[in-house]
Nanobody, 111 residues
């Protein structure tokens, strides 16, 4: 059984930074595509960023230039560095690894 566990969420002031981590584990698990979605109250879940096992990245328009996704294949871990955070970045951030999802981590940005 594959487990996907996020960490690093929290409360930060506007303009600040946070780094999210997402570790996937399970027997004979090889992480291919991985990334992050987010969902704010009353809104649809939206793509934040994704990364393939070859390192190709994709970003949502609202985070381009502020967020950076990276991965450590040896650790089956993907990271999301979030800089210049805005109140509108407030949401639950969900990590996916292949077709598996984590439980989500709350990010709150105060103005």
């Amino acid at each position: 059984q594959v487990q996907v566990v996020e960490s690093g969420g929290g409360l930060v002031q506007a303009g600040g930074s946070l780094r999210l981590s997402c570790a996937a584990s399970g027997s004979i698990f090889v992480m291919n595509a991985a990334g992050w979605y987010r969902q704010a109250p009353g809104k649809q879940r939206e793509l934040v960023a994704s990364i393939t096992n070859g390192g190709t990245t994709t970003y949502g328009d609202s985070v381009k230039g502020r967020f950076t996704i990276s991965r450590d294949n040896a650790k089956n871990t993907v990271y999301l560095q979030m800089n210049s955070l805005k109140p509108e970045d407030t949401a639950v951030y969900y990590c996916f690894a292949n077709v598996h999802w984590g439980q989500g981590t709350q990010v709150t940005v105060s103005s």
